[in-house]
């Protein structure tokens, strides 16, 4: 019965991992390549604009939504983990 806390506590923990690993990539892509590296980012071309500009315009955007669907396929693995998946 005393496993049952630390079980949740463990899950609790991995998954506050998760959402600040997600949480990083999505402000360094955000942020960081879209305002703060633009200008190294500038002498780089895609689709006919430079790089800073598409991060700042589809890049983040996309990688949000890969985000969305990475943070869901770790949450299944991990309540799978822990025994909380759904059969």
Do not use: H
């Amino acid at each position: 019965m005393s496993d049952i806390p630390s079980n949740a506590v463990l899950y609790w923990k991995a998954n506050l991992r998760l959402i600040l690993g997600c949480m990083i990539v999505w402000a360094f892509v955000s942020y960081g390549c879209a305002i703060l590296f633009r200008p190294l980012l500038a002498g780089i071309p895609i689709g006919g604009t430079d790089l800073g500009f598409w991060f700042a315009q589809q890049g983040s955007i996309l990688t949000f939504i890969v985000l969305i669907f990475f943070y869901a396929w770790k949450m299944n693995r991990l309540d799978q983990k822990f025994g909380l998946d759904e059969e």
